[in-house]
């Protein structure tokens, strides 16, 4: 069983939007810092966007920062990523995180080290991705 779900990828041209969500049926997974990565062939994956549990602090990369934004809804246990001015740049596939990974984007790796000891705060959950691809 899929623990999270990423909806919402496709091809537009340079300039557009898009929006992804990830949904997760469990409030044990959604209930933690979550995040989105993204990963093109070849690379590793890198960070673009992370968001508290309580959805009040969030962090993203560089090469996003003014052109995607981050929300949760806690409702719905789903975490949206608004991305506004594509680039070509931008194509990759988009995974979902909840976890140890999105908390160590958020929190410093010196978290991580700790964290990554513990049971619960240690536990990684990742979704399959969804193919974002920006040309024209």
């Known amino acids: 069983q899929d623990q999270l779900v990423e909806s919402g990828g496709g091809s537009v041209q340079p300039g557009e939007s898009l929006k992804l969500s990830c949904t997760t049926s469990s409030s044990r997974i959604s209930d933690r810092v979550m995040g989105w990565f993204r990963q093109v062939p070849g690379k590793e994956r890198e960070f673009v966007a992370c968001i508290s549990a309580d959805a009040v602090r969030s962090k993203y990369a560089d090469s996003v920062e003014g052109r995607f934004s981050i929300s949760k809804d806690k409702a719905r246990n789903t975490i949206s990523l608004q991305m506004n001015r594509l680039e070509p740049e931008d194509t990759a596939r988009y995974y979902c995180?909840?976890?140890?990974?999105?908390?160590?984007?958020?929190?410093?790796?010196?978290?991580?080290?700790?964290?990554?000891?513990?049971?619960?705060?240690?536990?990684?959950?990742w979704g399959k991705g969804t193919l974002v691809s920006v040309s024209s």
């Open positions: 995180n909840a976890g140890l990974r999105s908390a160590t984007e958020l929190f410093g790796p010196a978290f991580a080290s700790i964290a990554q000891k513990d049971p619960y705060y240690g536990e990684d959950y």
